[in-house]
């Protein structure tokens, strides 16, 4: 494999500065040429607790955790005991630690690796308010090679409300830092020039999404705070009025739901954002979306689950509820990212389709993708905009839920003279008007029902790759390892094909035969305990094939040695 | 999004739609409706630019019976509706209806936080005190001691909620008490409220002719503030008039001067790709 890669992790105790960390060798990393990206985990505490900053650097674009890591570097020895799962190591991966630091709380955990000191603490202190994490800064750079330059003009960016005074400070550190690591190990210099001649971004999950509902088209943002969805209101909040758009922070979810659904009757393309939590309590209004035909995107950055779960982690277990949530017969769309790049098509192309059929979309994006900043290529342009359809002139009656024949009838929209109707959520008729006759209610469930099923969705429905008789099924974030996974077998020779789900509601099951033609072996692999994937693969669609499931929960994410292992094992007991 | 055509004049009649109320005979909501029609006729607002928006309720299905735009969504959450249209769309006269029970128990939420917020509308509550639609059950204005609503057959036992009280602490702007037998003067409280800024709350007395029969004598019982109480701005002589008035004064009981809730909806960007700017390495 030409690629490079380096996986690291930072750990430390509450108030380190991991993520801090973290976040300037993610940038500095980017501005040598590296792509890449920093997943975040932490526990509930909004201070202290251990928080581990996971990084990736490769020579070229990367979506997946490694299966191992080459570096850890713990603040204090004890905070790693936290992250022993997540953080995988080998006999030769490198531990630098302070063994002078956090005496009290124990030292490093039993893990493989070769163990190095590095006095941070005594380091730091040799420089007024000097921190401990910006020696640690300075030792990693050393070791895998990054410029003073790229170092320091990370500071000034990551650290510019902090003041000249702190930069400087961290700027003596990190030197402090630069010559101590002379006595580490030095890590293998690749070659990055190749990189830095394309454009490349760093952009997290959530600012992604953000981007792509400006893009699409989204002018009103309403939501209620949640982890781990806030970074991307946060960031619609500051972005949506420089477009003339606004963010409310509502009183609660049920608001924020209805009030994105009042604007959107207005006419202004709406969104939502929440979790788990969130999306159960929008679920009655968002049927209140689907009857009344209004357009709305509902993006769920989802956690591990049920109730408040672990908030703070990354699950794929809100497939339930956004697929059946909803009470009667309410056909929606749902849809889910396949990469932290990807949240920005997906959430363009959600805003475009809510808006083409007046109907709402569920967008599925986790705390992995959310969360996780990368260094990636520009993502590519897009034209999918909101574009409703709206009556230019009225006859003498107008019909707001005309029946016609691709079920998406024309909406008005307030101040339109003749357009007038009541939306509403008890079941009508053509006109609007309330009905309880059985032919409204058939004839209306079965046009809400056919504009979304017939809609053409083009080849955006799923990311097909390979033709192998051996195919992986998966969704979501667990696509990253899955498709590194398929690349590496791809290279040996070994032909596995890749079917992501972008579109999960309504089915496509044309699509799906022409996907599975030839497929002997079918592996599941999703982020649930319960295999939610798997169960609604077996409801919407024939499988055909032997079918495996690969799941498991959250919070640990997948790695793409274990993919290769599963696939391994079912061909070795198959004899072939 | 305005009309180009020409504004006439139109007759309260005109508000109407052809639909037939699904209420029963003699309700109050007959009257309120009747009100509505009026203020929009009188204020020259063209139906086109109204929207009207509702939960829940038999006094929620009011849009439909208004040549409006309007909304009939979930019960308890008209005012979070109201809100994001009014706060995405400003030009639109919006006006939300409902009863005690949406208003005040299940959408108790947003009633508190849209007082809070003071978006520019209006909010018609028509207050019969009984969950009429669910066939009689004790709402949060009910009396305590009131024994015919099946679930709290000795009575609900706790003290009622005070709306106009409760509106006037938590931020609207304007709060009137009606009686629905008396249309035109209800007809000309809606004409201020909905031309003050801000959040203008008009409680309805209007009786549940089915459930709560007696109420056909609230109209003996309710009578107009004193003249130098009405539409006082200072919100101390107003909470003391509301909490001691026993609910029977009628008319503008408050007109402030609170700052109203609406985000400027204008872009300082030419061209959206300057976002990427922030991302570009």
Known sequence: ?576 | MSSDTLQVQLQPKEYKSAVKPVWCPGCGDFGVLGSITKALAGLHIQPENVAIISGIGCSSRMPTYLNTYGFHGVHGRALALATGLKTARPDITVIATGGDGDGFSIGGNHFLHTCRRNPNMTYIVMDNQVYGMTKGQASPTTEPNWQKGKLTPAGTGINPFQPLAIALASGANFIARCSSSDSNGTARVLMQAIEHPGFSMVQVLSPCVTFRPEQREWKNRLIPAPEEMQATSDAAEAARLLLTDEGVYTGILYKGNRPVYQPKLESSMENIAEFEEEFRI
């Not at chain 1, 928080?51 to 191992?68: F, G, K, N, Q």
């Not at chain 1, 024309?410 to 032919?439: C, F, I, K, R, W």
């Not at chain 1, 033609?517 to 077996?538: A, D, I």
């Not at chain 1, 994410?557 to 391994?568: G, N, Y």
């Open chain 1, 1 to 576: 494999m030409n690629r490079q890669s380096l996986s690291i992790a930072l750990t430390g105790s509450g108030g380190s500065g991991v993520m801090t960390t973290g976040s300037l060798l993610l940038e500095a990393a980017s501005r040598s040429g590296w792509y890449g990206f920093m997943s975040r985990s932490s526990g509930p505490q909004i201070r202290g607790g251990e928080a581990a900053a996971v990084i990736r650097l490769a020579t070229e674009p990367v979506e997946s955790p490694d299966d191992s890591f080459d570096l850890v570097l713990a603040i204090d020895p004890a905070s790693l005991n936290r992250f022993v799962a997540e953080i995988p190591l080998r006999e030769d991966s490198l531990i630098v630690t302070d063994s002078a630091a956090g005496r009290r709380s124990g030292g490093l955990p039993e893990v493989p690796g070769r163990v190095f000191d590095l006095p941070m603490q005594e380091l730091a202190k040799t420089v007024q308010g000097g921190r401990p994490n910006m020696i640690a800064l300075g030792a990693i750079a050393k070791m895998i090679g990054l410029s003073e330059a790229s170092i320091h003009s990370a500071l000034e960016k990551i650290l510019a409300s902090k003041g000249p005074d702190i930069i400087e400070t961290s700027r003596v550190c990190v030197q402090a830092g630069l010559t101590a690591g002379t006595e580490l190990p030095i890590f293998d210099q690749p070659q990055l020039d190749g990189a830095s001649a394309l454009e490349r971004w760093s952009v997290t999950g959530n600012e992604a999404a953000g981007m792509g509902a400006i893009r699409g088209g989204v002018r009103f943002v309403a939501a209620y705070p949640i982890t781990p969805a806030t970074e991307l209101l946060e960031w619609l909040a500051s972005s949506l009025p420089r477009v003339g758009g606004v963010l409310v922070q509502a009183e609660d979810e049920l608001a924020s739901i209805n009030q994105i659904i009042g604007a959107s009757f207005g006419g202004t393309p709406a969104l939502t954002a929440t979790s788990g939590p969130g999306l159960a309590l929008m679920t009655e209004s968002i049927g209140l979306a689907v009857c009344s035909e209004v357009p709305v995107v509902i993006m769920d950055v989802m956690r591990c689950g049920p109730s408040t779960g672990i908030a703070t982690k990354s699950e794929q277990s809100d497939l339930n509820i956004a697929l059946n949530g909803l009470h009667g017969d309410a056909p929606h769309l749902v849809l889910a990212p396949t990469s932290v790049t990807d949240c920005l098509f997906t959430t363009q192309w959600a805003v475009h389709l809510a808006e083409a059929m007046q109907t709402p979309a569920i967008v599925l994006s986790d705390q992995s993708l959310g969360q996780t900043r990368a260094i990636v290529e520009r993502p590519a342009d897009v034209s999918f905009i909101a574009k409703r359809l709206v009556p230019e002139q009225f006859e003498d009656s107008y019909y707001r839920y005309a029946v016609g024949e691709s079920g998406v009838s024309p909406m008005s929209v307030p101040g339109q003279a003749g357009g007038q109707y009541t939306a509403d959520g008890l079941e009508h008729n053509q006109a609007g008007v309330p009905s309880s006759m059985p032919e409204d209610h058939y004839s209306q469930l079965e046009k809400r029902e056919r504009k979304i099923n017939d809609f053409d969705y083009g080849q955006h429905w799923a990311d097909l790759e390979g033709s192998g008789s051996t195919a992986v099924i998966t969704w979501g974030s667990a696509t990253g390892p899955v498709r590194e996974a398929l690349s590496r077998l791809r290279e040996q020779g070994n032909d596995v094909r890749l079917i992501s789900l972008r579109l999960l509601a309504p089915e496509r099951p044309l699509e799906m035969a022409e996907a599975l033609k030839g497929v002997k072996r079918l592996l599941v692999v999703e982020q649930s305990h319960s295999r939610q994937f798997h169960r609604y693969l077996r409801s919407a669609y024939d499988l055909t094939t032997e079918v495996r499931v690969f799941n498991r929960p959250g919070p640990l994410p997948f790695r793409p040695d274990e993919i290769i292992q599963q696939l391994a094992d079912w061909t070795g007991e198959a004899g072939t």
